[in-house]
Every structure is written in C-alpha cells, then in structure tokens.
C-alpha cells in the first residue's frame, strides 16, 4: 500500500493551496481517508476525514469553514482544499487511510493503518 501525498508549498497568509493524495495497491473504496497534520514542535492532530462514498466529511474545529476534503474513487485520490490559510497552518500534513467503523475514534493518530509521506505546507504572515 502506497499513500503519496503532494501538493504542498509556501503561500502568503489568507491564500489557497490543494493538497492531493494518490492511493495505491489497496481496494481504495473500502477505506475512509483522512488528513492530519503536524506542526513544528507538536503532535500530529487530526483535521479532516472523509467516508468511503465521499458522502459524510467531519473536520477539526480549527479548519471548519476554511478547510474541504474529498475523494474521486475511480481515481484513487483524496483531496484537501485549503482556503484562507493562517501561519498556524504552517506544518507537515499526511493523508491516511482506515477501515476501522467508528465515531470520533477516526479523528485518533492510531485509528489509520496507512500513512502518506507527507507534504509540506508554510503559511508566512
């Protein structure tokens, strides 16, 4: 299994970036997908996830509004659109994948069997 994530760059605060992540050598549509991030000197925090069918999406309080994840199935890939972004934005963000069946539980670090290398985003005021 084989999770790439890309994407990634410098912008200047209030601007946009879309992360990608391309899934491969695992049945695509049987995993929820989620993004996380981790920032310099922090943990790896959850900020969005997205169901199998793409039809459910929950996110992290500090991106609501701002942030959108999706998925195209037929092309193995999940997406986060990042929109008004903020220097506390700035980090590592991963993409992940999970089969686990559960609540806020997927929003856990160790809910994810599959991790991307991540991409990095900096965010200069």
């Known amino acids: 299994v084989q999770l790439q994530a890309s994407g990634g760059g410098l912008v200047q605060t209030g601007g946009s970036l879309r992360l990608s992540c391309a899934a491969s050598?695992?049945?695509?549509?049987?995993?929820?997908m989620g993004w996380f991030r981790q920032g310099p000197g922090k943990e790896r925090e959850f900020v969005a996830r997205?169901?199998?069918?793409?039809?459910?999406?929950f996110y992290a309080d500090s991106v609501k509004g701002r942030f959108t994840i999706s998925r195209a199935n037929a092309k193995k890939m999940v997406y986060l659109q990042m929109n008004s972004l903020k220097p506390e934005d700035t980090a590592f963000y991963y993409c992940?994948?999970?089969?686990?069946?559960?609540?806020?539980?997927?929003?856990?670090?160790?809910?994810?069997?599959?991790w991307g290398q991540g991409t990095q985003v900096t965010v200069s005021s």
């Open positions: 992940a994948a999970t089969r686990l069946v559960g609540g806020s539980y997927l929003e856990s670090v160790t809910a994810y069997d599959y």
């Open positions: 050598g695992l049945t695509f549509g049987d995993y929820k």
């Open positions: 997205i169901s199998r069918s793409g039809g459910t999406t």
